[in-house]
Nanobody, 119 residues
């Protein structure tokens, strides 16, 4: 079982930046994809970005392309999400996850970290 712990959320003004971090521990050997999802109030949880652990290939939702960058540090078992040019509609709880780019494929979730973007 993989344990995931997010950090780095907070309150930022529109146009600002935040960097989210996710620390993975436990049985990470068979973790092939790690990523970020988010859930805004009253909305379904949605995919944001993912990265293939071994080859570093990245995937992004259209809403994240050009503004967000996902990266990983294999030695530290860390995944990061650099978010630039933030918009009020980016306000959500952001979850680190393993397994895939669809909610149904996720094998493990973190507890989530709140990101609030003020206008």
């Amino acid at each position: 079982q993989v344990q995931l712990v997010e950090s780095g959320g907070g309150l930022v003004q529109a146009g600002g930046s935040l960097r989210l971090s996710c620390a993975a521990s436990g049985r990470t050997r068979n973790t092939y994809t790690m990523g970020w999802f988010r859930q805004a109030p009253g909305k379904e949880r949605e995919f944001v970005a993912a990265i293939r652990w071994n080859i570093g290939r990245t995937y992004y939702a259209d809403s994240a392309k050009g503004r967000f960058t996902i990266s990983r540090d294999n030695a530290k078992n860390m995944v990061y999400l650099q978010m630039n040019s933030l918009k009020p509609e980016d306000t959500a709880v952001y979850y680190c996850a393993t397994g895939g780019t669809e909610v149904r494929d996720v094998a493990a979730w973190g507890q989530g970290t709140q990101v609030t973007v003020s206008s």
